[in-house]
């Protein structure tokens, strides 16, 4: 919490956000440079709102920011100060002006460190705030678009974008040399486990913390995980071919006491999600669905630019185009998690992709269950 002094005398809040691009102030130095303000200008600082790793480009998303909002109509405090308007929203004029409307019939300004006409009732001041907002948004466009070129570069490149790895798997970035750099597990809670190429752990980072490869000429694959959440898999799979629904799968899993992906109790959903994504039969599939609020429409089926890119990946990689219905083309993922090392073209764990030969799990696209059933279970 941020320190006040006894002469400070305007109530006042301060409001804090560090955004997914990790390239910003740390809520550290911004609780710093507010409590700095605050000092300076006569304010006294009550209480803080955090929005942790959240993005500013919608508003509806931030779960401190809207109970800033809603606690503003109670009159305790007079004043929201931020670091720079840029914390306070990346979102349109429209929805920006929206919020401080508000805290303005609330009788509450809004005040930054670093832009002294945030808070301006005036001709200037509403030009200033337009135009600034319209940076903050612009910033938030350009690197979205940027992320996006880098991802579609990787994919044409082989490599896996980046993201949480599916259940059961880790990713492993190799050098140019195609030595392993380093292993990051996923574990509940968005935390993650670096090992070296020993499997030793060497860090952990949580949520929001920034983990990012040491160059562009490394490439990020995805190499299977430890046994044990390998099993659950084959177990999961396995159950299905026997007949058991979503929901007896997850009572299963819950019975024996084993954590879901995200730490808690399996459920139908987690069940269902699993089965069908097409990783456990050796494809890596990417850009399904995006959830971009300022380069398309949310949904299924990326931009063309996107498909084109993921296709020629795919087929430069297996010497032609994949497109099965409704679906993009995809990278061929060797060896699915149904196969155990020494069958088919699967390497032990942690050796990494054995080349583009396809694994059992492709069956399921083919055949259905019971040639999953033959293929990874080896029943007849």
């Known amino acids: 919490m941020i320190a006040t002094t006894e002469t400070e005398t305007i109530p006042a809040v301060a409001y804090l956000r560090r955004s997914t691009d990790k390239q910003e102030q740390s809520l550290g130095d911004q609780r710093l440079e507010v409590s700095r303000y605050a000092e300076e200008h006569g304010y006294q600082i009550v209480r803080e709102y955090v929005d942790d790793a959240i993005s500013g480009t919608s508003a509806a998303e931030r779960p401190g920011f809207q109970r800033m909002i809603a606690d503003a109509d109670a009159g305790d405090f007079q004043a929201v100060i931020v670091w720079n308007s840029d914390r306070f929203s990346r979102g349109d004029v429209t929805e920006t002006e929206h919020y401080r409307y508000l805290l303005r019939q609330a009788n509450v300004k809004l005040l930054s460190v670093t832009e002294d006409y945030l808070h301006r009732e005036s001709i200037d001041g509403d030009i200033l705030r337009t135009v600034k907002q319209f940076q903050n948004r612009q910033f938030s466009v350009s690197l979205s678009q940027n992320t996006l070129r880098g991802q579609i570069s990787a994919v044409k490149a082989e490599s896996d974008p980046g993201r949480p790895c599916p259940y059961a798997y880790d990713r492993e970035i190799v050098g140019p040399d195609g030595q392993v750099i380093y292993r990051v597990r996923f574990c509940p809670g968005r935390v993650r486990e670096v090992m070296d190429a020993s499997g030793n752990v060497t860090a952990t980072y949580q949520k929001g913390q920034s983990l990012r490869k040491p160059g562009k000429e490394c490439k990020g694959r995805m190499v299977l995980s430890t046994p044990d959440r390998v099993q659950v898999v084959k177990d999961i799979f396995a159950w299905c071919l026997d007949?058991?629904?979503?929901?007896?799968?997850?009572?299963?899993?819950?019975?024996?006491?084993?954590?879901?992906?995200?730490?808690?109790?399996?459920?139908?959903?987690?069940?269902?999600?699993?089965?069908?994504?097409?990783?456990?039969?050796?494809?890596?599939?990417?850009?399904?669905?995006?959830?971009?609020?300022?380069l398309g429409s949310q949904g299924a089926g990326g931009s063309d630019e996107t498909?084109?890119?993921?296709?020629?990946?795919?087929?430069?990689?297996?010497?032609g185009m994949d497109r099965r219905a409704g679906r993009h083309p995809r990278h061929r993922q060797p060896g699915g998690l149904g196969q155990s090392p020494g069958d088919g073209d699967q390497t032990p764990q942690g050796q990494g992709w054995p080349g583009q030969a396809e694994g059992p799990m492709a069956a399921v696209g083919r055949s259905g269950l019971r040639a999953l059933q033959s293929a990874v279970l080896g029943r007849a």
Not at 271 to 289: A, E, F, T
Not at 307 to 319: E, L, P
């Open 307 to 319: 498909a084109r890119a993921v296709g020629q990946a795919s087929a430069d990689a297996r010497g």
């Open 243 to 294: 007949g058991v629904g979503f929901k007896g799968i997850a009572d299963r899993l819950n019975a024996k006491g084993i954590p879901s992906p995200r730490g808690n109790l399996w459920n139908f959903t987690t069940i269902k999600s699993l089965l069908m994504n097409p990783i456990y039969r050796g494809d890596l599939v990417w850009n399904r669905r995006t959830e971009s609020k300022l």
